[in-house]
């Protein structure tokens, strides 16, 4: 039973344009949410992160878009640029009762120059 | 330390032999993951420490895995008898508190042989 899905296992962007990465979880009572980068050969690196009172936060080129009633975020990354390849891994969580960090099965983002 | 800090980074071991790897947290980090990626796969959550105590063991795969927590700061992980299955990145996170953003080690790379 997966509860945080990432359905594309992969996206090509060409460098400057917009990336668009998509979650879905199934979980009502996840109420925190992360996106995470990862290079191969490294662990994760926190990206951003949003709570449920919030529908968007925005770093940077970074912004997390989060539709409660759809159960969907989606990480932009504007304008994208050839070191954002890698692979992106969403994550939730509830913050009462068990908090471990259940994780998307990962996109990979591929710029192209 | 700066960041959290995993040792070994690289481990071959035969079939049948105890493994032992370690976590050292970001300093003054309360709770602690242990998370495994199999090749091609996600982050598969194994357990959670908040101080030295485990409210959620439920990712351990089997009995021949285990986790201790001591002074609220390193944790070690123990894979009794090895199996080819085990064969993975083991990762570890910490956190500041429950519920905030988790920042992971580069992770051992176990392989069984």
């Known amino acids: 039973d997966q509860q945080v899905k990432q359905n594309s296992p992969s996206l090509s962007v060409q460098e400057g344009r917009i990336s668009i990465l998509n979650c879905d979880y199934t979980?009502?009572?996840?109420?925190?949410f992360l996106w995470y980068k990862k290079y191969p050969a490294e662990g994760p690196t926190f990206l951003i992160s949003i709570s449920s009172i919030k529908d968007k936060n925005e770093d940077g080129r970074f912004t997390v878009f989060l539709n409660k009633s759809a159960k969907h975020l989606s990480l932009h990354i504007v304008p994208s640029q050839p070191g954002d390849s890698a692979v992106y891994f969403c994550?939730?969580?509830?913050?009462?009762?068990?908090?471990?960090?259940?994780f998307g099965t990962g996109t990979r983002l591929k710029v192209l120059a | 330390g700066a960041g959290v800090s995993q040792s070994p980074s690289n481990k071959v071991t035969e079939k049948g032999k105890d493994v032992e790897l370690r976590c050292d947290p970001i300093?003054?980090?309360?709770?602690l993951y242990w998370y495994r990626q199999s090749l091609g796969q996600g982050l598969e959550f194994l357990i959670y420490f908040q101080g030295n105590s485990a409210p959620d063991k439920s990712g351990l795969p089997s009995d021949r895995f285990s986790a201790e927590r001591t002074g609220g700061s390193v944790s070690t992980l123990t894979i009794q008898r090895t199996q080819q299955e085990d064969s993975a990145v083991y990762l570890c996170a910490s956190s500041r508190t429950m519920g905030t953003e988790a920042f992971f080690g580069q992770g051992t790379r176990l392989t069984v042989v």
């Open positions: 300093s003054g980090h309360t709770a």
């Open positions: 979980n009502s009572m996840f109420d925190y």
């Open positions: 994550a939730a969580t509830p913050t009462s009762g068990t908090y471990k960090y259940i």
